[in-house]
T-cell receptor
């Protein structure tokens, strides 16, 4: 069965600095999707970034980028120039055939 | 505002009872997904409907059921409630199935269920 592991329950970063959130997953499939979702205090879930497993190039969205290591089954999220609005819970997710598995989340604190 | 509406926002009920959570997807979205977020289990996928039909099933208990109506709104029914069912229940919608390229899921604000 597929699993998603986020080993950092909480992290803190100074404003304007860079932080990396870790995510590993386990699957025997070769074709799948990976996501990072952000859940701010409003409780809504916001898609941050998506990666297709068949693409070798790491996805990037403005200050957010991923380091996708398919062989190592690792999918970390890098947030550059951290801003106070980045404070939230971040969930890593694996999806294939419309079934989605989420990690338990990492709470990110931004220190002013 | 994601365009996905969930009601009610908060629900308190006793063990053994049955509740219905409602989700209205974004206009034009055919897929509806239900998730449960609890402290110990994290965020879990429960079930997906696409245009009225069940499309994918996750870790959904037999005491739980869902359906999607012709107007595409969805309801999640939770019965014989237990203390452990207390959680935040999210609904999300997307235009197509999430595996479609460039398809993003939009989440509602969730329903906080407290079983006492």
């Amino acid at each position: 069965a597929q699993t998603v592991t986020q080993s950092q329950p909480e992290m803190s970063v100074q404003e304007a600095e860079t932080v990396t959130l870790s995510c590993t997953y386990d699957t025997s499939e070769s074709d799948y999707y990976l996501f990072w979702y952000k859940q701010p205090p409003s409780r809504q879930m916001i898609l941050v970034i998506r990666q297709e497993a068949y693409k070798q190039q790491n996805a990037t969205e403005n200050r957010f980028s991923v380091n996708f290591q398919k062989a190592a089954k690792s999918f970390s999220l890098k947030i550059s120039d951290s801003q106070l609005g980045d404070a939230a819970m971040y969930f890593c997710a694996y999806e294939r055939d419309d079934k989605i598995i989420f990690g338990k989340g990492t709470r990110l604190h931004i220190l002013p | 505002d994601s365009g996905v509406t969930q009601t009610p926002k908060h629900l308190i009920t006793a063990t053994g009872q049955r509740v219905t959570l409602r989700c209205s997807p974004r206009s034009g979205d055919l897929s509806v997904y239900w998730y449960q977020q609890s402290l110990d289990q994290g965020l879990q996928f429960l079930i997906q409907y696409y245009n009225g039909e069940e499309r994918a099933k996750g870790n959904i208990l037999e005491r739980f059921s869902a359906q999607q109506f012709p107007d595409l709104h969805s309801e999640l029914n939770l019965s014989s409630l237990e203390l452990g069912d207390s959680a935040l229940y999210f609904c999300a919608s997307s235009v197509a199935s999430m595996t479609a390229l460039n398809t993003e899921a939009f989440f509602g604000q969730g329903t906080r269920l407290t079983v006492v």
